[in-house]
């Protein structure tokens, strides 16, 4: 119900019943709740979605795509070695490269200090990457926007001009070759831009469902993009543009 409404806007019981193959009982329960979570506004026969269900909360995004997330972590994971420095934007897959690298055998050996340092303004990364002895955590400032618990403004923005990275994992709503990396909220693109602004090498992860459209606000053009990490469902029509654009192409 939720993909119907981020496509379409608004959603009506009956046709939904038909759609997704439930009682229409179903259904109306199913909107109340939402309703409840001031997700949607209920209406005659349906509902239409609030305005801040562009961005759904993390826990309803992190199933969309889910295997090929995983599998996209893991390769842009493969691509730290120990001793790094990272960015991470918040995100589902962003996250999913947390904690693949997180795991990652040459990056998990216990030492005498930290093996990788991790540079992010996620407040659900650094909860999870806390506990890991292996990783120093850096947590930037910043105001939390509930819809995707990242820290955003000057707060964020200026403690980022102090450092510098290696990589910058940089989790999209779509990237094209003519606009390049975008997101849907201006504050989280200028987060990501900053991010991507210290970093040497920056790589995009994204799923083939995000390849070829736009976002509201611009992250960064193409041409700041050095790799893009996406899944083997995108097909060379969605990929070629980008290697033309000098962009390195790693399907997982």
């Not at 001793?83 to 998990?108: D, F, K, Q, W």
């Not at 201006?186 to 976002?215: C, M, P």
Request: net charge neutral.
């Amino acid at each position: 119900m939720l993909d119907i409404l981020t496509r379409d806007g608004r959603i009506e019981v009956e046709a939904a019943a038909d759609v997704l193959h439930v009682s229409t009982a179903t259904i109306r329960r199913d909107l109340d709740e939402l309703a409840r979570q001031q997700m949607v506004t209920r209406t005659h026969g349906g509902a239409v979605i609030n305005a801040i269900a562009y961005d759904l909360p993390l826990r309803y995004k992190a199933a969309r795509n889910a295997p090929e997330k995983e599998r996209i972590a893991n390769a842009a994971a493969g691509l730290v070695k120990a001793g790094a420095v990272v960015g991470l934007n918040g995100g589902t897959t962003t996250t999913a490269v947390a904690r693949a690298l997180a795991i990652r055998p040459e990056l998990s050996t216990e030492g005498a200090g930290p093996s990788l340092t991790v540079v992010t303004n996620a407040l659900n990364i650094a909860n999870e990457l806390v506990v890991r002895r292996h990783v120093k955590l850096v947590l930037t400032g910043g105001v939390a926007r509930p819809a995707s618990y990242e820290l955003t403004g000057p707060l964020a923005t200026g403690m980022l001009a102090q450092i510098t990275l290696d990589h910058a994992f940089i989790g999209v709503d779509a990237i094209d070759v003519r606009h390049g990396a975008t997101a849907q909220d201006e504050g989280e693109a200028g987060i990501n831009w900053a991010l991507a602004r210290r970093a040497e090498r920056v790589i995009v992860v994204a799923d083939s469902s995000k390849l070829g459209r736009r976002a509201f606000a611009r992250i960064c053009p193409v041409e700041d993009v050095h790799v893009l990490v996406t899944d083997k469902a995108a097909g060379p029509e969605l990929t070629e543009p980008f290697a033309a654009a000098g962009v390195e192409i790693v399907r997982a």
